[in-house]
């Protein structure tokens, strides 16, 4: 018996750093009158109220039942309703000298392999507090544009393991659509989950992930590489017929 639903924000609940539609937020709405839902993503806070909380269509009750799971889980979100807003219960940020060195190498790592763009559309590289992100269009990006640059993932690859070789004591992954992402050491979403499971005192088995990224290589690979059962979909698109499955038979 699944406790826990979790879902990937990018391409799963929403179009890459888009509104979640009004379909989507109201089948998450049942979802929580039966579940615990989870969201994790590489994303800032930030972009979770912007793509994801501010078109959810629940009460402070079912607020209850939700979990926000920013940068991989290097950050924790839970809706107080005494103080009606999200509190960050945790946060595990990198310190001013890491992000100084970070930063250097992400760069660094653009220049060489040649990938650095003249009039990027909003930052290219973001600084999430326990995350440090490149962007290689810019983070404001239309999604059209991302999905174009890189489609079988050769140019991500290429600028993570140059990135990575300089960086060594840092994890260094290829994110969403044109994104690398930095976090401490041993952080993906495998560590996200053990850290849900910790917190909310459930095991593996209670839990469902759906991510569409879970082929090897990819940022929702590590939690089905741990053992949670999971659903892989082809993008936002098929989620909502996944969440009626889950309903139907609930």
Known sequence: MKKVIVFDLDETLTETRSLITDEMAELLGELLKQYRVCVISGGSFEQFQKQFIANLKVDSTQLKSLHLMPTCGTQYYRYRLSKKDWEQMYAENFNSAEKEIIIA???????????RIKTPNGPL???????????????????????????????????????????????VRAGGT????????GID???????????????????LFIGDRLWEGGNDYPVKLMGIDTIPVGGYEHTPWVVRGILAVS
């Not at 973001?126 to 140019?155: F, N």
């Not at 053990?194 to 088995?205: A, I, P, S, T």
């Open 178 to 185: 044109t994104s690398i992402d930095v976090t401490k050491q």
């Open 125 to 171: 590289i973001e600084d999430r507090g326990s995350q440090i992100t490149y962007s290689a269009l810019g983070q404001d990006a239309i999604p059209a544009e991302k999905k174009s640059w890189d489609p079988s993932g050769e140019k991500k690859r290429k600028i993570r393991k140059v990135v990575a070789l300089k960086i060594p004591q840092f994890e």
């Open 105 to 115: 190498a992400l760069n660094e790592g653009i220049d060489e392999t040649g990938y």
């Open 189 to 207: 979403k495998a560590y996200g989950m053990r850290k849900l499971m910790e917190l909310l005192g459930v095991n593996k088995e209670e839990i």
